[in-house]
């Protein structure tokens, strides 16, 4: 009779379930369970923060379709878990945290770190469980990663007790469900497929919106036919970036405000009108404005806008359904419109007043010369990590994603030190791939620590820290009492990494800029171009920001 350890059921259980991803922090109870993983060629990493291993695990369901797995120990390991929990199940991703803790026998007996760790994840998750044996292992893993990316993906939950982990059972107990299989593609009811061009064709203002519904359903050759053959204007959502390039030309971003404002019919692929889309509502959007909703939640769809045509589907799926409708009926939007005229001078006019400032060659700089510099060097097909105020606010309008899942930043939920866990997670998924981190200072500090994580796994990323002194800029000067945006004037964050044996810069002129970058994406290691900007530069005025009231 064979015995096979329970960490093992757990490793092979996952692996068979196309998780291929661990991010976590080992200790007990789970170190066996992170030996298990590795033996059975799940890739992991040793982070030494688990609330950015498990912004790691969500990243990966983002890219990849398929859970990251984030490991715990109990307690305090799991709780800093959430974070990542929270994050995914704000921005609807797939991840699977899975907490360890103490054994099944000292439940309610004051046992270490003890915790309510599945009531602690239950608001988050679609799923949360506590296994109650090694035989029914590969059966809690099949259905929380299925769970996971079945209908509108999201996070779930696993505790995984010491005696499970460090037990055994007879190998022949042990019996392993078939990996589940990608989740079915749903079509949208034909009838509203019809309806949604009817109206589009009726539009005399029309905008498509893409979201990073449309980018996780992998819809980029739909979308990208679908308004190359309407020639309508589209405008992507900060993680929507890239599923059609940003050089293309029914792109209008830079005529963001005035394209929702005015638009009398919207299609909104894939993205939800919540706060970063201005609730749908006025003064950001027609009040009259009419929503064509493609979702595969069917419960989003009339959220905050009462809805003109529901396509509830799967994007790739349901965008094929338009297209397929259209080469019956072709329909082309006029290309001398008005609207056109309006967006393409808008979009002029913008590019006029930033121009200037991507072009100011002076010292200090401010945010728009660096990112320009950035701009120009990244390789084309490079996966773009963005976070911090300015510095991700400004950088979604100079850095163009040329490729879907290119860009990955504070998203729904908004959080702030993500950067180092998305990174990781997308060298980890890309090696093939440069890996851009453009941090502010602020958020690069939530978890600065991670370079050493990147740097023990030879990960090529490029953190480059837009370094303001603090959270959001103003004066440098030292106040009495200190202002409490304010950190350390001129902190070398580039020496954090040579800490660890990684090269870093510190530069304050374009042309030091320009050099420590071309160094810095040519060298295969990670590493960190720290540059101090103007603390008092900031963006150019802007009609409505997200958070105005
Ligand atoms: P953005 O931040 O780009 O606006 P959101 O996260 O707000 O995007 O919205 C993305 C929407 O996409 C969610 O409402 C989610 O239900 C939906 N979604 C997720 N997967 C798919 C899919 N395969 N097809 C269509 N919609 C999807
Ligand atoms: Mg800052």
Redesign the pocket.
């Known amino acids: 009779m064979a015995e096979i350890g329970g960490a093992t059921v757990i490793a092979r259980s996952l692996k068979q379930q196309g998780v291929d991803y661990m991010f976590g922090v080992v200790g007990f109870p789970v170190i066996g369970v992170a030996m298990a993983a590795q033996k059975e060629g799940i890739h992991y990493y040793g982070f030494r923060n688990e609330q950015s291993a498990s912004y790691a695990a969500g990243a990966v369901g983002y890219l990849t379709g398929r859970p990251g797995a984030c490991l715990t120990v109990c307690g305090p390991g799991m709780v800093h878990g959430i974070a990542g929990l929270a994050n995914a199940w704000s ?2 991703w797939p991840m699977l945290l899975l907490g360890g803790t103490h054994d099944t026998y000292q439940n309610n007996m004051g046992a270490f770190q003890e915790t309510p760790q599945v009531e602690a994840a239950r608001p988050f998750v679609k799923y949360a469980a506590r296994p109650d044996s090694i035989q029914r292992i590969p059966y809690y893993m099949e259905q929380a990663v299925r769970t996971s990316i079945y209908g ?2 999201g996070a779930v939950y696993l505790d995984l007790p010491n005696d499970i982990n460090e037990g055994s059972a007879d190998e022949s107990s042990i019996a392993l469900p078939p990996r589940s299989p990608e ?1 079915p593609r749903s079509l949208a009811d034909p009838a509203a497929v019809k309806r949604a061009i009817e109206v589009l064709r009726k539009a005399e203002k029309p905008l498509v919106i893409v ?7 992998h ?1 980029e050759n739909e979308v990208r036919q679908f308004v190359e053959s309407t020639q309508l204007p589209f405008l992507p ?4 970036k890239g599923v059609v390039p940003d050089d293309h030309e029914l792109a209008v971003s830079p005529a963001r405000s005035h394209a929702l404002q005015n638009a009398d019919v919207v299609l909104l692929l ?3 009108l ?1 706060w ?2 201005h609730f749908g509502l006025p003064p950001r959007f027609r009040p009259d404005v009419k929503i064509i909703q ?4 069917a419960e ?1 769809i009339g959220t905050n806008v009462p809805n003109e045509v529901a396509l509830v ?4 799926a ?1 965008v094929g359904q338009l297209n397929d409708e259209l080469d019956r009926e072709p329909f082309e939007y006029d290309a001398d419109s008005d609207w056109w005229g309006e967006l393409k001078a808008k979009v002029e006019e913008n590019r006029v007043m930033v121009d200037a400032m991507l072009n100011d060659e002076s010292t200090p700089m401010g945010y728009y010369r660096v990112l320009r510099e950035i701009r120009d060097q990244v390789p084309r097909d490079a996966i773009i990590v963005s976070e911090g105020a300015n510095t991700m606010d400004i950088g979604r309008t100079v850095l163009p994603n040329f490729q879907a899942r290119s860009r990955l930043d504070a ?2 939920y908004g959080t702030m030190g993500v950067g180092m866990g998305f990174a990781i997670a997308a060298a980890a998924v890309h090696p093939d791939r440069k890996v851009v981190a453009v941090e502010g200072d602020s958020a690069f500090g939530f978890s600065g620590m991670e370079v050493e994580t990147a740097l023990r796994y030879k990960l090529p990323i490029t953190f480059v820290i837009i370094n303001n002194n603090g959270i959001g800029g103003g004066t440098a000067e030292l106040t009495d009492p200190p202002l409490p945006s304010f950190y350390t004037i001129g902190a070398r964050y580039d020496q954090v990494i040579e800490a660890f044996g990684g090269r870093g810069w510190c530069v304050q002129s374009p042309e030091e800029l320009s050099k420590a970058l071309r160094e810095a994406l040519a060298d295969p290691l990670p590493n960190i171009v720290n540059v101090m900007i103007d603390p008092k530069a900031g963006r150019k005025p802007q009609k409505f920001n997200w958070l105005t009231r």
């Open positions: 921005n609807c509108r993906p989740p979201g990073k519904g449309a980018a996780y359903a819809a959502s900060p993680m929507g894939g993205a939800r919540n970063i889309m493609l979702d595969i939640a989003e589907g799967d994007a790739a349901v998203g729904t």
